[in-house]
């Protein structure tokens, strides 16, 4: 199967950990490591991946240097996109048969200029921190901030993706086997005027939607969305709490997970379930192939399949 396999920015950067270069390649091998099995199980894979962690990161490095170092978002979100491809693509070339095609390629995404999610911010970027730090953040630095979990991050606009502007050196590459990383943090938001001059905006994209986009532009067998947390839950976090092993799309309320989190990738697998016909699974980055196959994870199926529950401990 061809599988687009988006892989989260808090998969390769833990809830919590301090985000270290060593910390960022260990986890980044230990992605590849899952990845590979999906490659010997014959399937093809195209890798996207989210940046929220890491280009907060680089925003709080501009901001302590001097001024004029100080790079608006979609600058940073470039300089995201290169640091993470970089890593995966090097720790997956390790892994991979030497004669093996493997590129990064530098995505940008067109968005709308009057889309009204620059009106209310919703992404979270950067580190988790405590209410007094995040509060002290918000005043000093202007910043939108918001709960994420048990702690306090920043949020940035998260306009949606339209379209993917290398979509056909994308579909050219993978026509020719090439594995293919693109699409980082969303890829870098662009608008185009009136005359087809691209300028970049102050926001980040949803990665899981860019993937969705993606997905549904090469023809894809599945939607793969990888991150920290096993599967969807119903009642997330409760005592009673079951894994959703499987629903139809069409009954699937995503409105009903938080915005921050579950959501987007819900709203994505529903997306490409429903124009596809084709499934996607969201579940752990350490059981890709397991998910993939229907064996852990979430799958979500076309059509108006009724929940599928688990007992499986949290």
Known sequence: MRIVVALGGNALSKRGKPMTAELQRGNARKAATALIELIKAGHQIVITHGNGPQ??????????????GNYPLDVLGAESEGLIGYIIEQELRNVLPPHALLTTLLTQTLVDAADVA???PTKPVGPIY???????FEKERGWTIAKDGDHWRRVVASPRPKEIIQMNIIEMLVGRNVTVICAGGGGVPVVRDTYGVLTGMEAVIDKDLASALVARRLGADMLLLLTDVDAVYQDFGQPAAKRIASIGAQALDAD????GSMRPKLEAAEIFTTATGRPAAIGRLEDALAVATGEAGTVIVAGQSALNLRNDPL
């Open 55 to 68: 280009v907060g990161m680089l925003g709080l490095q501009a901001q302590a240097g001097p001024s004029d």
């Open 118 to 120: 620059f009106l209310h």
């Open 130 to 136: 405590d209410e007094p730090t995040a509060r002290k």
């Open 256 to 259: 009903q997970f938080a915005a």
